[in-house]
């Protein structure tokens, strides 16, 4: 069973920067795409980004913003965040799932079968 723990989040104000941590626990990290989703009250669940080896995709109100890494000895995805907005307020959760070297896929949830608990983004104008 893979597990995912999510920790970063916090209240920064626009325009600031923070950096969310995916802890993985599995041998099959290697193996598995691994993305952030976020989720603002009332809305529906919407892909950040996701990495796979070298292949690394964005949604495109992150693009040039945000910026997804891995460290695969510490088995961690990073999501450094930076020059955000109000808008970015929400919750944000990290989900490994099906292998995938392409970004034409990347957003779908039913995709992701293994997701972490959460973490909270405030961002204040």
């Known amino acids: 069973q893979v597990q995912l723990v999510e920790s970063g989040g916090g209240s920064v104000q626009a325009g600031g920067s923070l950096t969310l941590s995916c802890v993985v626990s599995a041998d099959t990290y290697n193996d598995k795409r691994i993305a952030w989703f976020r989720q603002a009250p009332g809305q529906e669940r919407e892909g950040v980004a996701s990495?796979?080896?070298?292949?690394?995709c964005y949604g495109d109100s992150v693009k040039g913003r945000f910026t997804i890494s891995q460290d695969n000895a510490k088995r961690t995805v990073l999501l450094h965040m930076s020059s955000l907005k109000p808008e970015d307020t929400a919750i944000y959760y990290c989900?490994?799932?099906?292998?995938?070297?392409?970004?034409?896929?990347?957003?779908?949830?039913?995709?992701?079968?293994?997701w972490g608990q959460g973490t909270q983004v405030t961002v204040s104008s």
């Open positions: 989900a490994a799932g099906r292998p995938g070297a392409y970004c034409n896929t990347w957003r779908i949830l039913d995709l992701y079968n293994n």
């Open positions: 990495i796979y080896g070298a292949t690394t």
